[in-house]
Protein backbone atom coordinates (compact mmCIF):
# COMPACT_ATOMS: atom_id res chain seq x y z
CA UNK A 1 0.00 0.00 0.00
CA UNK A 2 1.38 2.93 -0.92
CA UNK A 3 0.35 6.30 0.28
CA UNK A 4 1.04 9.97 -0.70
CA UNK A 5 0.48 12.90 2.13
CA UNK A 6 0.21 16.72 0.90
CA UNK A 7 0.94 19.64 3.26
CA UNK A 8 1.67 23.28 2.62
CA UNK A 9 -1.16 24.57 1.02
CA UNK A 10 -3.17 27.60 2.55
CA UNK A 11 -3.64 30.97 2.05
CA UNK A 12 -1.61 33.68 0.49
CA UNK A 13 -1.69 36.88 -1.15
CA UNK A 14 -0.59 37.60 -4.57
CA UNK A 15 3.24 37.74 -4.91
CA UNK A 16 3.59 35.73 -1.56
CA UNK A 17 5.61 32.02 -1.26
CA UNK A 18 4.28 28.63 -0.29
CA UNK A 19 6.50 25.34 0.30
CA UNK A 20 4.10 21.86 -0.58
CA UNK A 21 5.69 18.82 0.93
CA UNK A 22 4.48 15.26 -0.25
CA UNK A 23 5.44 12.26 1.65
CA UNK A 24 5.62 9.12 0.58
CA UNK A 25 5.41 5.56 2.32
CA UNK A 26 4.77 2.11 1.90
CA UNK A 27 6.58 -0.76 -0.83
CA UNK A 28 7.62 1.60 -3.10
CA UNK A 29 10.36 0.73 -5.88
CA UNK A 30 11.34 1.57 -9.45
CA UNK A 31 10.25 4.99 -9.05
CA UNK A 32 10.23 6.52 -12.97
CA UNK A 33 8.60 9.60 -12.16
CA UNK A 34 7.66 12.16 -9.37
CA UNK A 35 5.89 15.22 -9.71
CA UNK A 36 2.80 17.95 -8.95
CA UNK A 37 -0.17 18.14 -10.77
CA UNK A 38 -2.91 20.72 -9.88
CA UNK A 39 -6.72 21.37 -10.53
CA UNK A 40 -8.72 24.68 -10.56
CA UNK A 41 -12.69 25.05 -10.61
CA UNK A 42 -13.64 24.00 -14.11
CA UNK A 43 -10.70 23.03 -15.60
CA UNK A 44 -8.72 20.17 -16.23
CA UNK A 45 -5.99 18.42 -13.84
CA UNK A 46 -2.82 20.15 -15.72
CA UNK A 47 0.98 19.16 -15.06
CA UNK A 48 2.99 21.92 -12.64
CA UNK A 49 6.36 20.16 -12.37
CA UNK A 50 7.86 16.59 -12.80
CA UNK A 51 11.00 14.67 -11.84
CA UNK A 52 11.64 11.88 -14.38
CA UNK A 53 13.89 8.67 -13.32
CA UNK A 54 17.69 9.89 -14.81
CA UNK A 55 16.53 13.33 -16.26
CA UNK A 56 16.18 17.11 -15.32
CA UNK A 57 12.90 18.37 -13.68
CA UNK A 58 10.61 19.70 -16.09
CA UNK A 59 8.15 22.54 -15.63
CA UNK A 60 4.39 24.14 -16.98
CA UNK A 61 5.27 27.29 -18.94
CA UNK A 62 3.37 29.43 -16.66
CA UNK A 63 5.81 28.46 -13.41
CA UNK A 64 9.12 28.20 -14.97
CA UNK A 65 11.12 30.86 -12.89
CA UNK A 66 8.62 31.19 -10.21
CA UNK A 67 8.56 27.18 -8.85
CA UNK A 68 11.30 24.93 -7.98
CA UNK A 69 10.65 21.13 -7.52
CA UNK A 70 13.26 19.01 -5.61
CA UNK A 71 13.49 15.69 -3.83
CA UNK A 72 14.41 14.47 -0.33
CA UNK A 73 15.40 10.58 -1.70
CA UNK A 74 16.34 9.77 1.72
CA UNK A 75 13.09 10.28 3.12
CA UNK A 76 10.38 9.72 -0.32
CA UNK A 77 9.75 13.15 0.53
CA UNK A 78 8.78 15.94 -2.91
CA UNK A 79 8.80 19.09 -2.54
CA UNK A 80 7.33 22.11 -4.59
CA UNK A 81 8.71 25.99 -3.87
CA UNK A 82 6.39 28.26 -4.92
CA UNK A 83 7.46 31.98 -5.24
CA UNK A 84 5.83 34.82 -6.90
CA UNK A 85 2.08 33.33 -6.49
CA UNK A 86 -0.44 34.84 -8.56
CA UNK A 87 -4.19 34.33 -8.29
CA UNK A 88 -4.01 32.09 -11.46
CA UNK A 89 -2.01 29.85 -9.31
CA UNK A 90 -4.94 29.63 -7.26
CA UNK A 91 -6.19 25.67 -7.33
CA UNK A 92 -6.05 22.42 -5.58
CA UNK A 93 -2.07 20.80 -6.16
CA UNK A 94 -2.03 16.82 -6.15
CA UNK A 95 1.36 14.54 -5.23
CA UNK A 96 1.95 11.89 -8.27
CA UNK A 97 4.37 8.86 -7.77
CA UNK A 98 5.02 6.71 -10.59
CA UNK A 99 6.38 3.33 -9.09
CA UNK A 100 6.22 0.09 -8.69
CA UNK A 101 6.45 -0.57 -12.28
CA UNK A 102 4.43 2.27 -14.07
CA UNK A 103 1.57 2.47 -11.42
CA UNK A 104 0.28 5.77 -10.40
CA UNK A 105 -0.21 7.18 -7.35
CA UNK A 106 -2.08 10.37 -6.23
CA UNK A 107 -2.01 12.17 -3.32
CA UNK A 108 -5.66 13.56 -1.56
CA UNK A 109 -4.68 17.42 -2.84
CA UNK A 110 -4.20 20.44 -0.56
CA UNK A 111 -6.00 23.73 -1.70
CA UNK A 112 -3.70 26.44 -2.79
CA UNK A 113 -5.31 29.93 -2.48
CA UNK A 114 -3.75 33.07 -3.83
CA UNK A 115 -5.72 36.63 -3.23
CA UNK A 116 -5.19 39.45 -5.69
Known amino acids: QVQLVESGGGLVQTGGSLRLSCAAS????????MGWYRQAPGKQRELVAR???????NYADSVKGRFTISRDNANNTLYLQMNSLKPEDTAVYYC??????????WGQGTQVTVSS
Open 96 to 105: HLGANYYRDY
Open 26 to 33: GTIFAINA
Open 51 to 57: IQAGGSP
